[in-house]
């Protein structure tokens, strides 16, 4: 059973940092992609990011671009999200997500199929 399990989120003020983790168990994950998605209160889910299962592609949504930085380290079957320069706008649940087969499409929602729990990201303005 494939499990992905989110943490590192919590209460930061604008301007800070955090750096997100998420482990996941059940399967090799080293050929699959995975992906942070977010979703803020009264919005719709959004891809923040999303890495290839070998970290050759890397996908950021515009509005984290440049700011957020997507890793995996292949060898704890982990993905990273740092999370610099936060914004207020930045607020939301963040969600852990990987797919069923060695597609590398980091950028196609539907093909991810597990999701963690979700972890609270509160910036504070």
């Known amino acids: 059973q494939v499990q992905l399990v989110e943490s590192g989120g919590g209460l930061v003020q604008a301007g800070g940092s955090l750096t997100l983790s998420c482990a996941a168990a059940?399967?090799?994950?080293?050929?699959?992609?995975m992906a942070w998605f977010r979703q803020a209160p009264g919005k719709e889910r959004e891809l923040a990011a999303g890495i290839s299962g070998g970290s050759a592609i890397i996908y950021y949504a515009d509005s984290v671009k440049g700011r957020f930085t997507i890793s995996r380290d292949n060898a704890k079957n982990t993905v990273y999200l740092q999370m610099n320069s936060l914004k207020p706008k930045d607020t939301a649940i963040y969600y852990c997500?990987?797919?069923?087969?060695?597609?590398?499409?980091?950028?196609?929602?539907?093909?991810?199929?597990?999701w963690g729990q979700g972890t609270q990201v509160t910036v504070s303005s």
């Open positions: 997500a990987t797919q069923s087969r060695a597609w590398d499409d980091v950028r196609s929602e539907k093909k991810y199929t597990y």
């Open positions: 059940g399967r090799t994950f080293s050929n699959l992609a």
